[in-house]
């Protein structure tokens, strides 16, 4: 193979690969300057034979363009994997970031893993399809039903259900979720606590 061209030649008796543009490949290693291996491989489909070169010292395929991938990393487009020849051939310091960006990253798909289980578990509990959830989020504006209070993540708003029957009454903050709960679910105590607030404040 010559390159990144993707071309599969044969060779010919002498082992020589056919001409290409002209011009002979020289199969030298970009990072050690020494001659590469060369690996014959048969394909599995049609048993042709295709040509790859490596390094004998790093290992690396011809292929690895190790001046790009440096520039990848300082730009901060990071691959989603780096083996083991990048990791020995690259500088410290970028291996470093990359393994520490890649954590971060690793830690952001378990929480929202995590979250997309939770809504799951609650959906499931209270009988709540993903679309009707979502409904009501954007029937209440992702505000609480009471206080009106519009948190950051409209999923942290509580589902209130009558624990009578089960039925899903709306979306709440924690703080009215809560006032409900300790009111018993009871109208009645609730405007008792009305008045008491408007006969007893200063």
């Known amino acids: 193979m010559h390159g990144n061209t993707g071309i599969s030649r044969k060779v010919d008796a002498n082992g020589q690969l056919p001409l290409l543009c002209g011009v002979h490949d020289t199969h030298i290693c970009k990072i050690h300057n020494i001659p590469m291996q060369m690996i014959r491989e048969r394909r599995s489909r049609n048993g042709a034979e295709r040509v790859r070169y ?17 520039k990848r990393l300082e730009e901060g487009d990071y691959p989603q994997r780096l083996g083991f020849v990048q990791r020995d051939l690259l500088p410290p310091h970028l291996v470093k970031e990359y393994d520490e960006v890649m954590a971060e990253r690793a830690v ?3 929480r929202l893993n995590n979250k997309k289980r939770h809504l799951r578990l609650r959906l499931e509990r209270f009988g709540l399809s993903e679309a009707k959830y979502r409904l009501m989020i954007e029937e209440q504006d992702g505000r609480c039903a009471i206080c009106g209070i519009q948190p950051d993540d409209p999923e942290s708003l509580a589902i209130d259900h009558c624990h009578e029957n089960g039925h899903v009454r709306g979306l709440l903050c924690l703080n009215c979720n809560t006032a409900i709960g300790s009111f018993q679910d009871s109208p009645a105590i609730m405007f008792s606590a009305i008045d008491y607030l408007n006969e007893r404040s200063a």
């Open 54 to 70: 490596r390094c004998p010292l790093c290992e690396s395929l011809r292929s690895m363009d190790l001046p790009a991938l440096i």
């Open 108 to 110: 952001e798909r378990k």
